[in-house]
């Protein structure tokens, strides 16, 4: 009896030997603080900082100044050369084109004799950004809301006025940074109609000014929200709102551990990563993000039929291409020789991708978009300039 019991101990320390011996996933995996991948819809409302409350003639006002090309350096180029509602508040091209420059997407070009360089890095669609830095938890500051691709500033209203400020996105050659902005309020001081918006939307005489100037802008960007795509649908009840597939694909989504960055409403972490993109060749010199560490901040994933091509530098150009770079980085490929794989963010290494599994995704984020936006270009503009700048 004794040998028969210690017979069986031995058998089942072995087995336990041998399972724990065994890898049971494709790759080794590193343990990591757990990660909230919670998913929800967005919000129905939008929230405004307290010193910019939201009105129609605030609204109004902001939207006309991000048609007009008066503030720009060159008075050529406008907020929506680049973020036009034809191309989703993006634009169809990798890398943007400012000053010095006519025609409207992926038909860009600079004019001959051109010294002014390209915008370094993709132009991200406007349209949600009022969401921006919203948590699993739908909780979100707009005061402290994270803005461009390196996280430099916080605020819809600071980012407002980096685009202007510039060389190579809106300022060109004819001003200083320090010049460009108080330049551009004397512009609209004298113009009579901006004289009268300004005064309607901020309730007061003298209103022209720099500050008001960004606010303006700021409250017509949280007018573009896209809340009512068909996932938005589905996760406030409407199982029909979404096919099958693109149930499976969501599922895929969270299992192979796209969510664990892409989460939230907005599907962003709004976190810093590194991931070793491959650089655009365009560019004389690698962009290295954040404190030169070569990381970027997360990107929503919502309106991507709107935003190709993808990633910080516009260098993947379609969703397969984009999870295929996945696929590649997770399994220890270098697609950026200045970014080693000892470097990439210890996230990669809970990706687990396969070629099968890709059709499905793409399936479900194309759930995600939503075109309900406004569309409408204004007429004309207050200062008389072309709307959106050089873009025929």
Known sequence: ?????????????????????????????????????????LPQT?????????????ALLGRLLFFDPILSGSKDIACVTCHHPNNGYAEFLDISIGPNAHGLGSKRKFNPNNDIPLVKRNAQTVINTAFNGIDT?????????????????????????EPIKAFEEMRGHNFS?????????????????????????????NSITIENLSKAIAAYERTLVTNNSRFDKYMRGDENAILLSEKDGFELFKKVGCA???????????????LGAPENKKL????????????????SLRNLRFTAPYMHNGSIK???????????ISNGKERNKNVPKSQFDPLVNELNLSVKEMSLIISFLNTLNDDSFDKTIPEAVPSGLPVGGNIQ
Not at 19 to 24: E, M, V
Not at 137 to 161: C, G, H, I, N
Not at 178 to 196: D, F, G, M, S
Not at 284 to 299: L, M, Q
């Open 1 to 41: 009896m004794k040998n028969t019991i210690r017979c069986t101990i031995i058998l089942l320390v072995s087995i336990l030997v041998i399972n724990c011996g065994q890898n049971t996933s494709s790759k080794p995996r590193k343990a990591l603080a757990k990660v909230s991948n919670r998913i929800t819809a």
């Open 177 to 205: 940074e320090t010049e460009i902005l108080p330049e551009v309020v004397n512009r609209l001081k004298a113009i009579p109609e901006y004289q009268h918006l300004f005064t309607a939307a901020f309730d007061a005489e």
């Open 46 to 58: 939008v929230k405004s900082p307290k010193d910019n409350m939201p009105s129609e003639a605030k």
């Open 284 to 299: 004389p010199e690698p962009d290295t993000g954040v404190d030169e560490g070569f990381g970027f901040r997360t990107p």
């Open 260 to 274: 664990n960055c892409h989460n939230g409403p907005m599907f962003s972490d709004y976190k810093v990563h590194v």
């Open 318 to 328: 379609t969703l397969k291409q984009v999870l295929e770079f996945y696929e590649d």
């Open 137 to 161: 938890y739908d909780r979100y500051t707009p005061e402290a809301a994270p803005m461009f691709w390196d996280v430099r500033v916080k605020s819809l209203e600071k980012q407002a006025l």
